[in-house]
């Protein structure tokens, strides 16, 4: 009697068991799905969504009318007008001959374009993709060389495209190289460092709404704190605002104030990260604190270094905290970028307007990624 | 003497003119960072007639400060509504940081650890019902009808259609993709988002802006954890797996742990960003669930940039977070990412 | 004798707002001023924290609408939001029905309100906006026809609002959406004491203006020992200079009264820009920059209302907000200085059919003042409450009740002398009135001068109504502002400015439709065809 109880239980207990055990291997074989569906599950739900309804506005025209509102179908009508109509010069900008060095860097860019092609489809691994990606990629950068050359030349305006590719390539070298340079100052273990690490974190902190207005106060040639300085160098009646460069300048300096802490803090773990050895064994060797920085460091920080260079990119292409605040896109529109462009079409409820220079930059971004990626990462990196 | 200065002391100690040199380097930098801070620290306790007629740097000497900002911003009109503000920052920022950063983890590990094929043929199916279930949702149909009819197409789809694309995508397709969502200019999906949100009745909630904040940074996290993980050695994991340890296990007990120098990097950086985020807040808040951010571009009305109370508005943002890093500055320092992993 | 009237007439009103009140928490006493110039005499008291609340229709016994909530949406104040928020509490212990004033940043309001509506989110039940954006809610039938509550409300006093904010701006196709809580127009302010010293008259024309500003230009004008400016006017793009430049056409483009309207050919919708007066009014405008501060083109109104009150310019063109900026002391140190005039205006005048401008006389120019067409400008219309169509009935009734309240002139009259409300006024008893304005700071000759140049500028006929058509944000904000401002800058010339606003213009209307452009433009100027 007892012993039927027992088995009665130790039956239950092994098919419990059992299941449990099933379970848990079922799980451990699904585990790769249970990381990786959640986050991909919460990304999908937030993107088709709109990517979906703000490619269907850039082909339509919003109207209000009685009862509501109508969006009608307009075919390309707002790419159109951005590329070709009323708002090129606005969006490419005015185009004329380039100049003679104008014509000088076009040429070489294109040349070199076709040389490294002609070596890719004449190499062992290319491939119908890989050619057709490699051709479309060597048009669309020639364009967009002949864009700034010509816009750039004397007697040229540049669009809000090409000041958008100025503010991400100009800001993104500097904050890269400051960034560097300040992570490589600070490893050094003096005492106080600590606490040059975290101010040198402040800036970016800081929310950029309130980091445009902040700029705008100190680039006040009136009220700002710089006026003695101003005044000093005997342009107390000029002001930057005037001058499309200066203008360009000021809203630079201040994307390169406050985001060089993103990369220094990313380069600064990479550098506090490396292996002690390598560099020893290296000074041992004989070699020379330049030598030991290229050979050494510089190779083991390449793969932080270009994910974080891709990151800040792609934020990079996004400005429009700084140009807005500090002159709206003035002088004239010398300071706009894509992004600034698209929101003063859409406060004025030109969602289709709005969503074609979207679309325009998504473009414009998804092609210089995937070249930075194609080019750069994977050979730095194996993932 | 001079020749004393400039020698290395050793091989890895600098020189006397090396240190000085950096010291100025760094002091310059830092001069650099801290003076706008400390014009808008100075900004929040001036008169207005002080702003308007030129810089003042020193209070008590150059002008007479006062507190009439401060006690707008806590005390007087607006504390009502910085209070509120404040409090669903404080709620919606490290909510969804974390939220970010246990699904981001999961997801970078799972990427860097397992290999997904997913077929283009499923993932075309998936995302056509999907956009089917959105735009029911959207027409008006309630989300529950919705959501399930999508599924059912979806099954269907893949059994006869999905089979036919054999092609299929590899990791880093994945993780291209999942950073590419960053690449759209907020502005073009926030009505979209607006209308969504609408819809599923969370709009001017606390919880649609944790949601939406999650979904806007998952990426970033994903990207940055990456990098790490693969620096673990793998065979920590495949010594807990001969010993009968469950994946959940080994990423729980072993692999998270050794990146707590990242994982805390990430996070502040998450944080950050959702903490001082506009644009999203602005267009899916209402009277209950605004944010800080909105508070500080609010100052700057018809009158113009009220300059001091946005001055105060921006150094009380900035203090907890500032705290936050002081405090999680070691961690930082030891390693976003790239870990020394020494046994 | 006096005193016994006084006494008789605080009584009488204690007791009708206890009767009113009912269970009050707090019995208010209140006592406040208002001057008539008139036989009536109804003198009461203000004192200034303790709040108002008087004339509003007693309702005896239980509040009518206890138990409702409003939400309104409106800008980021203090002002305009702060005095709804003040005034809120009196109302709910009159009424019973609860005031929620929420807030967003002033640049998101438009989209804000458009999208509540169109969405069908309706979270906010009445919204205080400037009625330029009214039409592009109206047309859609978002907002509620409020004609036949205002014509059955006797406490309002309609008819003491200026005919100019009653008839056009609070209107569109003959019915009323809106409530005036504010009147927006532009005027020129000027340095009394400098000008007075140097024997100018206040400016008439746009010719007298630049003189002036030549004059002052580079002088030390508070005493600071810094050279200052003769003109500050605001050319930020994408702030408010777009209605700046209008001041400049409008003068030589609208002479024979509001219903002429001057954007557009009221024929055919052709934009009113290649013309000799629009160059004209470009290039004018492009002077003022000689004699302005270096930066003049990254100002907006707030910063060249500081500059104002600081004492660094001798002219600048505002709303009426410099009035009462100038008299805080806070803000000021112009306090006795500042004076008003009516927008100046030209001797010539456009011929709209052939674009030329030919001399003011009185065919060309009715309505002209010692031979000069002056044509103030109503940029942006006034902040007014407008009701959403879609709330509840109840609520509506609260709402309109409360913006009522608000438009009253004993609340009304009051909120004007305060800069910080944010409120310019509107109502003739508010000019009519000048002890208000003493009490409030201003001295009786400066609020003569002030109240003066209003009277002047709203008993205009040829006063310009904003633009409302349809999406006009894009007409004024996107292109006109764009082009502008490239100009200014010295990317295109004139011509080219020209060009651009009319192509721009041009290619918006064609693609909203001609014919209901067309139609919507008619109904705002009112005109019937």
Redesign the interface.
Known sequence: MIAEHTSQEARAFLVRKRLWQGFTSWANRVAGNVFIWPTVLVVLFLSIFPLVISLYLSLSHLKFVKGGFEIRFAGLANYRKLLFGSEQEHFLGLIVNPSPTGWLVLLTVVAFLIWSLIGYLRSQHCSVGGAAGRIIATLIVSLLTWLLVSTLSPGGRPGTVVVTILYVFVGIAAQYLLGLGLALLTTQRLPGSRFFRVVFLLPMMITPVGVAYMFRMLTDTDKGPFRPIWQALGLGLTSWVNDPWGARAAVMIGDIWQWTPFMFIVLLAALESQSMELIEAALVDGANRWQIFWHVTLPQILPVSTTVILIRMIEAFKIVDLPNVLTNGGPGTATESMTLQAFITWRSLDLGGSAAIAYMLLFLVTFVGMAYVNLVRRRVTEV | MIRYLFTRRSLTTPSYIEIALTYLLLGLWALVVLFPLYWVFTTSFKLPVDVNMGPFYLPGIDYKPSLHAWHYILVGDLSRDTRRNFMNTVIVAPTSASLALLLGTAAAYGLTRFHYRPRLGAILSFIVCMIIAIFAITLGAPWQVAAGGAFILFIVLLQTIGRRFKRSLENRDIAFWLISQRMLPPVAVVIPIYVLFQRLGLLDTRTALIITYLAVNLPIVVWLMRDYFSTIPLELEECAAIDGASRYRTFWSIVLPLSKPGLVATFLLVLVFSWNEYLLALFLSGARSQTLPLTVAAQNATRGPQWWYMSVLILIMIVPVIAMAIALERYIARGLLIGAVKG | MKSKVWLLVTWLVVIALLSACGPAPTPQVIKETVVVTKEVEREVVVTKEVEVAVEVTPTPGPKPFEGIEV?ILT??????A?PL?RRGPDFTALTGAKI?V???????L???I???M????N??DAFVFAPQWMV?YI???YLEDLTDRVKADKAIEWEDIAPFFRDFSATYGGRIYTIPLDGDFHMAYYRTDLLEQAGFEPPKTWDDYLKIAAYFHGKDLNG?G?PDYGSCISK????QAYWFITDFAASMIQSKGTSQGTFFNTKNMEPLVMNEAFKRALELYKETTKYG???E??L????T???F??GRCALSIDWG?IGTLAIDP????VQDKTGAVITPGSTEVLDWETGKLVPCDEKTCPYAIDGVNHAPFAAYGGWSGGINAAADPKVKDAAYAFFSYMCQPAQSNVDVTIGKT?FNPYRISQFLNRQLWVKAGMSPAAASNYLGAIEASLASPNMVLDLRI??N??YQ??VLD?AV????????TAEQCMKQIY??WE?ITE???RQSQLEAYLNTLGVQK
């Open positions: 939400n800008f980021t104040g203090p002002q305009i702060e928020q929620n929420i807030v967003v940043p002033f640049n998101e438009y989209q804000k458009l999208t509540d169109a969405t069908g989110t979270s906010f592009d047309v859609p039938g600071d810094d930020k793009r994408g702030a501060p270096p930066d083109l990254n907006d109104v707030g910063d209302r500081s500059l009150t600081s907000d806070e803000t000021s140190v944010g349809p999406q944000q894009r904000g996107v764009t401002s490239q100009y200014m800058a010295g990317e295109i192509d721009g290619e693609e909203l439709g």
